[in-house]
């Protein structure tokens, strides 16, 4: 019986916890403290990704991870997609088969296992699209940026002034994939490239109309901007 996944403690589980203590004798403060020190397991988020892509040599820094897929990217519609896409929670052929809502777990492009994994980085036209990315960032941001898939995770940790731009233009790219495929019936690269577009324009808009302080460089994201359009009108 596994407590440690559990929102909510009932009396039987902090019997469970420790027996020799009658529930109503114990306070508040002596059942934290036994919560405490019991042993913390990772987030289903970590044990997913760190099955699904295989990560470098290097350490992995969740906390900043978590900072740049939720605290840094001020915008409340990229949050709560950032947040299913690292929990596994999208709507993907393979759990829309597991929810009981799809007759088969195929992707319904290419017939193939329609994973996360397969969705975001794997399919032909959203291959295609990450290219389309990886131009962008290097006219406008990094000449020697070379997109994995590993980035779109476990985050870009490059040049220091350059990371926060690009982290969050790949966050960009991801959502603008997810929103091409629940819209449209057949994604291509200019459809999701046309969404890329329209989320950057937004988060601009938004931007420039901020009384306070501004979270991106307005003048690098008018460049990013019409790069991005230039590149998609050829």
Same mark, same amino acid.
């Given at each position: ?18 027996? *020799? ?13 036994? =919560? ?23 350490? *992995? ?8 897929? =939720? ?11 950032n947040f299913k896409f ?26 193939q296992t329609g994973n ?9 036209? *959203? ?20 997109? *994995?898939?590993?980035?779109?995770v476990y985050t870009y ?78």
């Amino acid at each position: 019986f596994d407590i440690y996944r559990q929102k909510h403690l009932t009396y039987s589980n902090v019997l469970l916890i420790r027996n *020799v203590i009658q529930v109503d004798c114990m306070s508040a403060k002596q059942i934290y403290m036994e =919560l405490v020190k019991l042993k913390q397991l990772p987030s289903r988020a970590i044990e997913f990704w760190s099955n699904t892509l295989p990560e470098t040599d290097e350490p *992995v820094k969740w906390s900043y991870i978590w900072l740049c897929k =939720l605290k840094h990217v001020k915008d409340n519609a990229l949050i709560q997609f950032n947040f299913k896409f690292m929990y596994n929670i999208l709507p993907t052929a393979i759990n829309l088969y597991k929810w009981k809502l799809k007759d088969n777990d195929l992707c319904k492009y290419c017939h193939q296992t329609g994973n996360i994994k397969h969705l975001f980085f794997q399919c032909k036209e *959203v291959q295609l699209f990450w290219k389309f990315v990886e131009g962008s960032i290097r006219n406008t941001l990094c000449r020697d940026f070379k997109f *994995v898939p590993l980035y779109a995770v476990y985050t870009y940790q490059g040049e220091i002034e350059k990371t926060t731009d690009i982290n969050l233009f790949i966050n960009y790219a991801l959502y603008a994939i997810y929103k091409a495929n629940i819209i449209h019936d057949i994604i291509t690269l200019r459809r999701i490239t046309q969404h890329f577009i329209y989320l950057l324009k937004s988060r601009l808009t938004i931007e420039n109309n901020r009384t306070c302080k501004r979270d991106i460089d307005i003048d690098k994201w008018k460049q990013m901007c019409h790069k991005v359009k230039e590149m998609h009108s050829l």
